[in-house]
Protein backbone atom coordinates (compact mmCIF):
# COMPACT_ATOMS: atom_id res chain seq x y z
CA UNK A 1 0.00 0.00 0.00
CA UNK A 2 0.96 3.97 -0.25
CA UNK A 3 1.19 6.51 1.89
CA UNK A 4 -2.20 7.67 0.85
CA UNK A 5 -4.00 4.26 1.89
CA UNK A 6 -2.05 3.72 4.95
CA UNK A 7 -3.42 7.46 6.54
CA UNK A 8 -6.56 6.03 5.38
CA UNK A 9 -6.09 2.78 7.73
CA UNK A 10 -4.23 4.86 10.37
CA UNK A 11 -7.12 7.99 10.72
CA UNK A 12 -10.21 5.41 10.64
CA UNK A 13 -8.19 3.28 13.05
CA UNK A 14 -8.25 0.08 11.39
CA UNK A 15 -4.35 0.26 12.09
CA UNK A 16 -2.20 2.19 14.42
CA UNK A 17 0.79 3.99 13.97
CA UNK A 18 2.42 1.67 16.35
CA UNK A 19 1.54 -1.42 14.75
CA UNK A 20 2.82 0.04 11.28
CA UNK A 21 5.96 0.92 13.40
CA UNK A 22 6.77 -2.08 14.82
CA UNK A 23 6.16 -4.26 12.07
CA UNK A 24 8.76 -1.95 10.25
CA UNK A 25 11.52 -2.78 12.75
CA UNK A 26 10.83 -6.23 12.72
CA UNK A 27 11.74 -6.03 9.26
CA UNK A 28 14.81 -4.24 9.76
CA UNK A 29 15.37 -6.47 12.51
CA UNK A 30 15.36 -9.13 10.04
CA UNK A 31 17.31 -8.05 7.03
CA UNK A 32 19.46 -5.68 8.16
CA UNK A 33 22.23 -8.82 8.66
CA UNK A 34 21.90 -8.94 4.90
CA UNK A 35 21.42 -5.52 3.54
CA UNK A 36 23.25 -3.11 5.90
CA UNK A 37 20.62 -0.30 4.72
CA UNK A 38 21.24 2.13 8.47
CA UNK A 39 24.30 2.82 10.32
CA UNK A 40 21.95 3.75 13.24
CA UNK A 41 18.25 2.50 13.74
CA UNK A 42 15.93 4.53 16.20
CA UNK A 43 13.42 2.20 17.29
CA UNK A 44 12.71 3.67 21.12
CA UNK A 45 12.31 7.33 19.13
CA UNK A 46 10.24 5.09 16.63
CA UNK A 47 7.70 3.50 18.53
CA UNK A 48 7.44 6.92 21.53
CA UNK A 49 6.60 9.02 17.99
CA UNK A 50 3.98 6.45 17.05
CA UNK A 51 2.55 6.36 20.22
CA UNK A 52 1.85 10.37 20.05
CA UNK A 53 0.25 10.02 16.64
CA UNK A 54 -2.17 7.44 18.06
CA UNK A 55 -2.90 9.43 21.38
CA UNK A 56 -3.56 12.34 19.20
CA UNK A 57 -6.03 9.99 17.02
CA UNK A 58 -7.87 8.73 19.84
CA UNK A 59 -8.38 12.57 21.36
CA UNK A 60 -10.26 13.04 18.19
CA UNK A 61 -6.98 15.22 16.90
CA UNK A 62 -6.60 16.02 12.86
CA UNK A 63 -3.68 14.07 11.61
CA UNK A 64 -1.22 15.37 9.81
CA UNK A 65 -0.38 14.36 6.75
CA UNK A 66 2.24 11.73 6.77
CA UNK A 67 0.82 10.78 10.39
CA UNK A 68 2.70 7.77 11.21
CA UNK A 69 4.40 6.90 8.45
CA UNK A 70 7.81 5.14 9.36
CA UNK A 71 10.81 6.67 7.09
CA UNK A 72 15.05 6.39 7.13
CA UNK A 73 17.18 9.42 6.41
CA UNK A 74 20.15 9.37 4.58
CA UNK A 75 23.20 9.96 7.23
CA UNK A 76 24.44 13.29 5.93
CA UNK A 77 21.10 15.34 7.15
CA UNK A 78 21.09 16.82 10.07
CA UNK A 79 18.71 15.41 13.25
CA UNK A 80 18.94 16.82 16.20
CA UNK A 81 19.95 14.75 19.01
CA UNK A 82 20.90 11.88 16.56
CA UNK A 83 24.32 11.01 15.69
CA UNK A 84 24.83 12.24 11.60
CA UNK A 85 28.18 10.58 10.34
CA UNK A 86 28.13 11.17 6.61
CA UNK A 87 29.65 7.27 7.17
CA UNK A 88 33.09 9.33 7.84
CA UNK A 89 35.18 8.57 10.59
CA UNK A 90 35.47 12.33 10.73
CA UNK A 91 31.92 12.69 12.01
CA UNK A 92 31.68 9.17 13.95
CA UNK A 93 31.00 11.01 16.78
CA UNK A 94 28.70 14.32 15.78
CA UNK A 95 25.21 14.98 17.21
CA UNK A 96 23.91 18.16 15.60
CA UNK A 97 22.45 20.11 18.21
CA UNK A 98 19.76 21.23 15.60
CA UNK A 99 17.21 20.04 13.05
CA UNK A 100 17.82 19.89 9.23
CA UNK A 101 14.97 21.77 7.34
CA UNK A 102 13.73 19.17 5.47
CA UNK A 103 13.60 16.22 8.50
CA UNK A 104 11.60 19.17 10.49
CA UNK A 105 8.91 19.33 7.95
CA UNK A 106 8.54 15.42 7.93
CA UNK A 107 8.47 15.36 11.70
CA UNK A 108 5.72 18.35 11.60
CA UNK A 109 3.92 16.28 8.96
CA UNK A 110 3.87 13.54 11.37
CA UNK A 111 6.18 11.06 10.04
CA UNK A 112 7.93 9.07 12.18
CA UNK A 113 11.82 8.40 12.14
CA UNK A 114 13.28 4.67 12.09
CA UNK A 115 16.95 5.22 11.27
CA UNK A 116 20.05 7.07 9.63
CA UNK A 117 20.87 5.17 6.46
CA UNK A 118 24.24 4.22 4.96
CA UNK A 119 26.39 6.48 2.01
CA UNK A 120 29.75 6.28 0.50
CA UNK A 121 31.29 8.82 2.83
CA UNK A 122 30.29 12.38 2.12
CA UNK A 123 28.23 11.18 -0.53
CA UNK A 124 30.96 10.74 -2.87
CA UNK A 125 30.80 7.05 -4.71
CA UNK A 126 27.85 5.24 -6.69
CA UNK A 127 27.83 1.76 -4.78
CA UNK A 128 28.48 3.01 -0.91
CA UNK A 129 31.57 0.88 -0.80
CA UNK A 130 33.70 3.97 0.15
CA UNK A 131 31.77 3.90 3.30
CA UNK A 132 33.70 3.95 6.68
CA UNK A 133 31.17 1.65 8.03
CA UNK A 134 31.00 -1.02 5.24
CA UNK A 135 28.96 -1.20 2.14
CA UNK A 136 25.07 -1.86 1.83
CA UNK A 137 23.82 -4.43 -0.34
CA UNK A 138 21.22 -4.87 -2.77
CA UNK A 139 17.95 -6.47 -1.88
CA UNK A 140 17.34 -8.06 -5.37
CA UNK A 141 20.80 -10.00 -4.78
CA UNK A 142 23.00 -8.87 -1.96
CA UNK A 143 26.14 -9.89 -3.96
CA UNK A 144 25.61 -6.67 -5.57
CA UNK A 145 25.69 -2.81 -4.96
CA UNK A 146 22.69 -0.70 -4.30
CA UNK A 147 24.26 2.00 -5.91
CA UNK A 148 24.96 5.52 -4.41
CA UNK A 149 25.62 7.71 -2.96
CA UNK A 150 22.23 7.36 -1.59
CA UNK A 151 22.08 3.35 -1.52
CA UNK A 152 21.30 2.71 2.14
CA UNK A 153 18.08 4.74 1.52
CA UNK A 154 17.13 2.88 -1.51
CA UNK A 155 17.74 -0.44 -0.14
CA UNK A 156 15.75 0.07 2.86
CA UNK A 157 12.83 1.59 0.83
CA UNK A 158 13.24 -1.82 -1.67
CA UNK A 159 14.00 -3.95 1.16
CA UNK A 160 10.68 -2.74 3.33
CA UNK A 161 12.73 -1.18 6.03
CA UNK A 162 10.84 2.05 5.51
CA UNK A 163 7.66 2.82 3.95
CA UNK A 164 9.91 6.38 2.13
CA UNK A 165 13.24 7.46 3.12
CA UNK A 166 15.47 10.86 1.95
CA UNK A 167 18.76 10.94 -0.40
CA UNK A 168 20.89 13.68 -1.49
CA UNK A 169 21.36 13.40 -5.31
CA UNK A 170 24.76 15.78 -6.16
CA UNK A 171 25.35 14.04 -9.57
CA UNK A 172 22.51 11.10 -9.52
CA UNK A 173 23.02 9.79 -5.87
CA UNK A 174 19.09 9.27 -5.39
CA UNK A 175 18.33 8.25 -8.88
CA UNK A 176 21.23 5.89 -9.92
CA UNK A 177 20.66 3.79 -6.59
CA UNK A 178 17.31 3.97 -7.21
CA UNK A 179 17.24 2.68 -10.33
CA UNK A 180 19.75 -0.50 -9.18
CA UNK A 181 16.89 -1.16 -6.61
CA UNK A 182 14.21 -1.09 -8.34
CA UNK A 183 12.18 1.80 -6.47
CA UNK A 184 11.29 5.16 -7.72
CA UNK A 185 13.81 8.23 -6.81
CA UNK A 186 13.29 12.14 -7.52
CA UNK A 187 15.56 14.90 -7.80
CA UNK A 188 13.51 18.52 -7.62
CA UNK A 189 15.09 21.48 -8.78
CA UNK A 190 17.94 22.99 -7.17
CA UNK A 191 16.59 25.14 -4.83
CA UNK A 192 13.08 23.85 -5.01
CA UNK A 193 13.75 22.06 -1.31
CA UNK A 194 15.98 23.58 1.37
CA UNK A 195 19.36 22.37 1.68
CA UNK A 196 20.00 23.64 5.18
CA UNK A 197 20.87 21.19 7.43
CA UNK A 198 22.10 18.91 4.61
CA UNK A 199 26.09 18.47 5.13
CA UNK A 200 27.72 20.26 1.83
CA UNK A 201 29.56 17.75 -0.74
CA UNK A 202 29.25 20.26 -3.71
CA UNK A 203 26.86 23.11 -2.71
CA UNK A 204 25.88 24.72 -6.18
CA UNK A 205 24.45 20.72 -7.14
CA UNK A 206 23.34 19.12 -4.26
CA UNK A 207 19.65 18.83 -3.89
CA UNK A 208 17.45 16.55 -1.20
CA UNK A 209 14.78 14.62 -2.34
CA UNK A 210 12.52 11.17 -1.53
CA UNK A 211 12.79 7.62 -2.32
CA UNK A 212 9.22 5.63 -2.39
CA UNK A 213 7.63 3.17 -3.73
CA UNK A 214 5.31 4.77 -6.10
CA UNK A 215 5.42 7.76 -7.88
CA UNK A 216 2.28 8.77 -6.19
CA UNK A 217 4.21 8.58 -2.62
CA UNK A 218 7.22 10.56 -4.33
CA UNK A 219 4.67 13.37 -4.77
CA UNK A 220 3.42 13.09 -1.02
CA UNK A 221 6.96 13.54 0.47
CA UNK A 222 7.70 16.47 -2.04
CA UNK A 223 4.86 18.15 -1.06
CA UNK A 224 5.96 18.38 2.58
CA UNK A 225 9.65 18.57 1.87
CA UNK A 226 9.20 21.61 -0.81
CA UNK A 227 9.02 25.05 -0.28
CA UNK A 228 10.88 28.14 0.69
CA UNK A 229 13.53 28.80 3.47
CA UNK A 230 15.07 31.71 4.85
CA UNK A 231 18.18 29.90 6.06
CA UNK A 232 18.66 28.83 2.79
CA UNK A 233 19.74 31.69 0.72
CA UNK A 234 19.73 29.08 -2.33
CA UNK A 235 16.08 27.87 -1.77
CA UNK A 236 13.47 29.02 -4.00
CA UNK A 237 10.63 31.47 -2.84
CA UNK A 238 8.42 30.40 -6.08
CA UNK A 239 4.84 28.88 -4.34
CA UNK A 240 4.51 25.23 -3.93
CA UNK A 241 1.91 23.75 -6.23
CA UNK A 242 -0.42 20.63 -5.66
CA UNK A 243 1.85 17.37 -6.86
CA UNK A 244 -0.77 15.35 -5.62
CA UNK A 245 -3.03 16.88 -7.74
CA UNK A 246 -1.06 16.80 -11.03
CA UNK A 247 -0.85 13.08 -10.94
CA UNK A 248 -3.73 12.41 -12.72
CA UNK A 249 -3.99 14.99 -15.56
CA UNK A 250 -4.07 13.37 -18.95
CA UNK A 251 -0.85 13.24 -20.54
CA UNK A 252 -2.59 12.58 -24.44
CA UNK A 253 -0.61 15.15 -26.77
CA UNK A 254 2.43 15.56 -24.59
CA UNK A 255 5.77 15.42 -26.38
CA UNK A 256 8.54 12.78 -24.76
CA UNK A 257 11.89 14.22 -26.18
CA UNK A 258 14.01 10.34 -26.74
CA UNK A 259 17.70 11.87 -25.87
CA UNK A 260 19.73 10.23 -29.03
CA UNK A 261 23.31 10.83 -27.25
CA UNK A 262 22.07 8.46 -24.39
CA UNK A 263 21.76 5.56 -26.62
CA UNK A 264 24.69 5.93 -28.21
CA UNK A 265 26.73 6.62 -24.72
CA UNK A 266 29.92 3.87 -24.15
CA UNK A 267 28.51 1.22 -21.80
CA UNK A 268 24.99 1.71 -22.44
CA UNK A 269 23.85 -2.20 -22.29
CA UNK A 270 21.73 -3.61 -24.81
CA UNK A 271 19.21 -4.88 -22.32
CA UNK A 272 18.41 -1.31 -20.61
CA UNK A 273 18.13 0.38 -24.05
CA UNK A 274 16.00 -2.20 -24.92
CA UNK A 275 13.57 -1.83 -21.46
CA UNK A 276 14.21 1.83 -21.87
CA UNK A 277 12.73 2.25 -25.65
CA UNK A 278 9.99 0.04 -24.46
CA UNK A 279 8.75 2.29 -21.80
CA UNK A 280 8.53 4.73 -24.46
CA UNK A 281 6.28 3.23 -26.80
CA UNK A 282 4.17 2.69 -23.69
CA UNK A 283 4.46 6.27 -23.28
CA UNK A 284 3.06 6.55 -26.97
CA UNK A 285 0.51 4.12 -26.56
CA UNK A 286 -1.07 6.36 -24.19
CA UNK A 287 -1.16 9.29 -26.40
CA UNK A 288 2.48 10.68 -25.89
CA UNK A 289 4.42 11.88 -29.14
CA UNK A 290 7.94 10.37 -29.30
CA UNK A 291 10.33 13.35 -30.93
CA UNK A 292 13.96 12.72 -31.81
CA UNK A 293 15.84 15.02 -29.72
CA UNK A 294 19.70 15.88 -29.75
CA UNK A 295 21.37 17.38 -26.45
CA UNK A 296 24.76 17.93 -27.98
CA UNK A 297 26.76 18.03 -24.94
CA UNK A 298 24.82 15.82 -22.90
CA UNK A 299 27.95 13.13 -22.59
CA UNK A 300 30.22 16.32 -21.66
CA UNK A 301 28.60 16.55 -18.25
CA UNK A 302 30.35 13.56 -16.80
CA UNK A 303 33.96 15.62 -17.46
CA UNK A 304 32.49 18.72 -15.82
CA UNK A 305 31.10 17.56 -12.99
CA UNK A 306 34.40 15.97 -11.93
CA UNK A 307 35.68 19.14 -12.26
CA UNK A 308 33.12 21.43 -10.57
CA UNK A 309 32.11 18.86 -8.24
CA UNK A 310 36.11 18.12 -6.76
CA UNK A 311 36.52 22.14 -6.60
CA UNK A 312 33.20 22.39 -4.75
CA UNK A 313 34.07 19.71 -2.40
CA UNK A 314 37.89 20.83 -1.78
CA UNK A 315 36.09 24.03 -0.10
CA UNK A 316 33.34 22.76 1.76
CA UNK A 317 35.65 20.21 3.61
CA UNK A 318 38.28 22.71 4.15
CA UNK A 319 36.33 23.18 7.70
CA UNK A 320 36.96 19.78 9.08
CA UNK A 321 40.81 20.70 10.51
CA UNK A 322 40.70 18.74 13.73
CA UNK A 323 39.87 21.94 15.75
CA UNK A 324 36.52 22.85 15.96
CA UNK A 325 34.83 19.52 15.64
CA UNK A 326 34.84 16.67 13.93
CA UNK A 327 37.73 13.87 14.34
CA UNK A 328 41.11 14.91 15.55
CA UNK A 329 43.86 12.50 15.72
CA UNK A 330 45.06 10.70 19.12
CA UNK A 331 48.73 11.11 18.02
CA UNK A 332 48.85 15.19 17.20
CA UNK A 333 49.25 16.05 20.49
CA UNK A 334 51.57 13.45 21.69
CA UNK A 335 53.84 14.33 18.74
CA UNK A 336 54.00 17.90 19.25
CA UNK A 337 52.81 18.60 15.85
CA UNK A 338 52.17 22.10 14.36
CA UNK A 339 48.58 23.10 13.63
CA UNK A 340 49.45 22.43 10.04
CA UNK A 341 50.78 18.79 10.94
CA UNK A 342 47.80 17.98 12.96
CA UNK A 343 45.26 19.07 10.57
CA UNK A 344 46.87 16.76 7.73
CA UNK A 345 47.09 14.31 10.28
CA UNK A 346 43.49 14.67 11.02
CA UNK A 347 42.90 14.55 7.47
CA UNK A 348 44.77 11.57 6.80
CA UNK A 349 43.19 9.31 9.29
CA UNK A 350 39.98 10.84 9.35
CA UNK A 351 38.91 10.77 5.58
CA UNK A 352 38.88 7.78 3.26
CA UNK A 353 40.97 7.48 -0.20
CA UNK A 354 37.87 8.77 -2.18
CA UNK A 355 37.59 11.49 -0.37
CA UNK A 356 41.37 12.50 -0.26
CA UNK A 357 40.88 11.59 -4.12
CA UNK A 358 38.82 14.11 -5.08
CA UNK A 359 39.63 17.15 -2.43
CA UNK A 360 43.21 16.96 -4.46
CA UNK A 361 41.60 17.31 -7.36
CA UNK A 362 39.59 20.14 -6.33
CA UNK A 363 41.81 21.56 -4.58
CA UNK A 364 44.25 21.23 -7.87
CA UNK A 365 41.62 22.49 -10.52
CA UNK A 366 41.43 25.87 -7.90
CA UNK A 367 45.09 26.44 -7.87
CA UNK A 368 46.75 29.66 -9.29
CA UNK A 369 47.33 29.38 -12.78
CA UNK A 370 45.04 26.16 -13.23
CA UNK A 371 41.82 27.81 -11.96
CA UNK A 372 41.35 29.47 -15.47
CA UNK A 373 41.95 26.17 -17.33
CA UNK A 374 39.58 24.09 -15.32
CA UNK A 375 37.18 25.38 -13.31
CA UNK A 376 35.99 28.15 -15.40
CA UNK A 377 36.11 26.21 -18.27
CA UNK A 378 34.37 23.55 -16.51
CA UNK A 379 31.10 26.20 -15.82
CA UNK A 380 31.08 27.36 -18.92
CA UNK A 381 30.51 24.18 -20.44
CA UNK A 382 28.07 23.88 -17.96
CA UNK A 383 26.21 26.74 -19.50
CA UNK A 384 26.68 24.99 -22.74
CA UNK A 385 24.70 21.75 -21.21
CA UNK A 386 22.00 24.32 -19.29
CA UNK A 387 21.29 25.73 -23.19
CA UNK A 388 21.39 22.26 -24.88
CA UNK A 389 18.20 21.13 -22.81
CA UNK A 390 16.56 24.67 -22.98
CA UNK A 391 16.91 24.36 -27.02
CA UNK A 392 15.31 20.64 -26.45
CA UNK A 393 12.27 22.12 -24.24
CA UNK A 394 11.25 24.27 -26.76
CA UNK A 395 10.28 21.26 -28.57
CA UNK A 396 9.45 18.63 -26.01
CA UNK A 397 7.43 18.39 -22.90
CA UNK A 398 9.62 16.08 -20.95
CA UNK A 399 12.93 14.16 -22.08
CA UNK A 400 13.15 10.23 -21.28
CA UNK A 401 16.64 8.48 -21.04
CA UNK A 402 18.13 5.71 -19.01
CA UNK A 403 18.69 6.38 -15.28
CA UNK A 404 21.90 4.56 -15.46
CA UNK A 405 23.66 2.71 -18.28
CA UNK A 406 23.88 -0.92 -16.67
CA UNK A 407 22.04 -2.87 -14.06
CA UNK A 408 23.43 -3.10 -10.60
CA UNK A 409 27.27 -4.60 -10.81
CA UNK A 410 28.72 -6.62 -8.24
CA UNK A 411 31.28 -5.42 -5.02
CA UNK A 412 34.31 -4.42 -6.64
CA UNK A 413 34.05 -4.36 -9.93
CA UNK A 414 35.30 -1.21 -10.24
CA UNK A 415 37.66 -1.15 -6.97
CA UNK A 416 41.02 -0.36 -9.22
CA UNK A 417 39.43 1.44 -11.65
CA UNK A 418 37.77 5.40 -10.37
CA UNK A 419 36.74 6.34 -14.12
CA UNK A 420 34.93 3.02 -14.59
CA UNK A 421 32.75 4.21 -11.15
CA UNK A 422 32.36 7.56 -12.26
CA UNK A 423 31.17 6.71 -15.60
CA UNK A 424 28.06 5.18 -13.46
CA UNK A 425 26.53 8.35 -13.15
CA UNK A 426 27.11 9.88 -17.01
CA UNK A 427 23.53 9.85 -17.88
CA UNK A 428 22.25 11.51 -14.29
CA UNK A 429 25.12 14.30 -14.17
CA UNK A 430 23.66 16.67 -16.90
CA UNK A 431 20.33 17.38 -15.05
CA UNK A 432 22.14 18.14 -11.84
CA UNK A 433 24.32 20.68 -13.94
CA UNK A 434 21.38 22.23 -15.56
CA UNK A 435 19.72 22.62 -12.48
CA UNK A 436 16.29 20.11 -13.22
CA UNK A 437 13.69 18.37 -11.73
CA UNK A 438 14.52 14.61 -12.74
CA UNK A 439 12.92 11.03 -11.69
CA UNK A 440 14.10 7.60 -11.95
CA UNK A 441 11.53 4.83 -11.84
CA UNK A 442 11.55 0.62 -12.60
CA UNK A 443 10.83 0.08 -16.32
CA UNK A 444 11.82 -3.68 -16.49
CA UNK A 445 14.30 -6.24 -15.41
CA UNK A 446 17.81 -7.76 -16.94
CA UNK A 447 18.13 -11.36 -17.79
CA UNK A 448 19.41 -12.00 -14.13
CA UNK A 449 16.41 -10.48 -12.44
CA UNK A 450 17.74 -7.08 -11.33
CA UNK A 451 15.57 -4.01 -12.01
CA UNK A 452 16.19 -1.42 -14.62
CA UNK A 453 16.03 2.48 -14.23
CA UNK A 454 14.11 4.80 -16.92
CA UNK A 455 14.86 8.85 -16.12
CA UNK A 456 12.21 11.28 -16.70
CA UNK A 457 13.25 15.41 -17.05
CA UNK A 458 11.80 18.19 -17.19
CA UNK A 459 12.42 22.05 -17.18
CA UNK A 460 13.09 24.08 -13.91
CA UNK A 461 9.99 23.99 -11.51
CA UNK A 462 8.05 21.39 -13.53
CA UNK A 463 7.45 18.77 -11.28
CA UNK A 464 3.93 18.70 -11.85
CA UNK A 465 4.42 17.49 -15.64
CA UNK A 466 7.45 14.73 -14.33
CA UNK A 467 5.22 13.40 -11.75
CA UNK A 468 2.04 13.11 -14.11
CA UNK A 469 4.16 11.69 -17.17
CA UNK A 470 5.59 9.03 -14.67
CA UNK A 471 2.43 8.01 -12.60
CA UNK A 472 0.69 7.65 -15.57
CA UNK A 473 3.81 5.46 -16.96
CA UNK A 474 3.97 3.49 -13.76
CA UNK A 475 0.32 2.79 -13.65
CA UNK A 476 0.16 1.84 -17.16
CA UNK A 477 3.54 -0.82 -17.25
CA UNK A 478 2.91 -2.34 -13.52
CA UNK A 479 6.38 -3.15 -13.94
CA UNK A 480 6.83 -5.13 -10.37
CA UNK A 481 3.56 -7.19 -10.75
CA UNK A 482 5.67 -8.68 -13.58
CA UNK A 483 8.77 -9.20 -12.13
CA UNK A 484 10.49 -11.97 -12.71
CA UNK A 485 11.71 -12.80 -9.17
CA UNK A 486 10.88 -11.07 -5.42
CA UNK A 487 13.83 -9.28 -3.90
CA UNK A 488 16.61 -12.31 -3.00
CA UNK A 489 16.36 -11.13 0.81
CA UNK A 490 14.28 -12.97 3.05
Same mark, same amino acid.
Given at each position: ???A ?33 FL ?41 ? %? ?7 ? #???? @?P ?22 ? $? ?30 G ?17 D ?14 V ?7 ? &????? =? ?5 ? =? $?? &? ?7 ? $??A?L????A ?11 ? *?V ?14 ? %?G ?32 ? %? ?7 N ?6 ? %? ?28 ? $? ?44 R ?12 ? @?????? *? ?7 A ?17 T ?7 ? *? ?7 F ?13 ? &?????? #? #? ?23
Open positions: MGIQWRDQLRSGEVSARELTDQHLKRIEAVEPSVHAEVTAERARADAERIDAARAAGEALPPLAGIPLAIKDNLCTKG %VRTTCSSRM #LENF @VPYESTVTERLWNAGAVLVGKTNL $DEFAMGSSTETSAFGASHNPWNPERVPGGSSGSAAAVAAGEAMAALGSTGGSIRQPASFCGVGLKPTYGR &VSRWG =LVAFASS =L $DQ &VGPFTTSVA $DAELQVIGADPRDATCLTA *PPDYRAALEQPIKGLK %VIVRECFSADGLAPEVAAAVMAAAETLQALGCEL %VDVSCPRFDGIATYY %VIAPSEASANLARYDGVKYGYRSSGSDAAG $DSLAQMTARSRAEGFGDEVQRRILIGTYALSAGYVDAYYKKAQQVTLIRRDFDAAFQG @VDVLLT *PTSPTTAFFGAHAEDPLAMYLADLLIPANMAGL *PAISLPCGDSQGLPIGLQLITG &VLQEPR #L #LQVAHHYEQAAQVMASRPVAPLVP
